[in-house]
């Protein structure tokens, strides 16, 4: 074994761990969750603390 066999097994579990990370990403059954997630921004149910808020918390 020689240092091309250890570059292309490298290459192979990276390639394995990005289709990994984009199955994981774009599964059917995470897509209701990450709709939901991606609306939290544009939520206007709660108040934003101030910083005095923040203070009194501590």
Known sequence: ??????????????????????????????RKRFEEDAKIPFSENEEMPTDDDKHRSN
């Open 1 to 30: 074994m020689d240092i091309n066999d250890v570059r292309g097994l490298g290459s192979l579990f990276a390639l394995v761990a990005f289709l990994g990370i984009i199955w994981w990403a774009y599964g059917s059954s995470r």
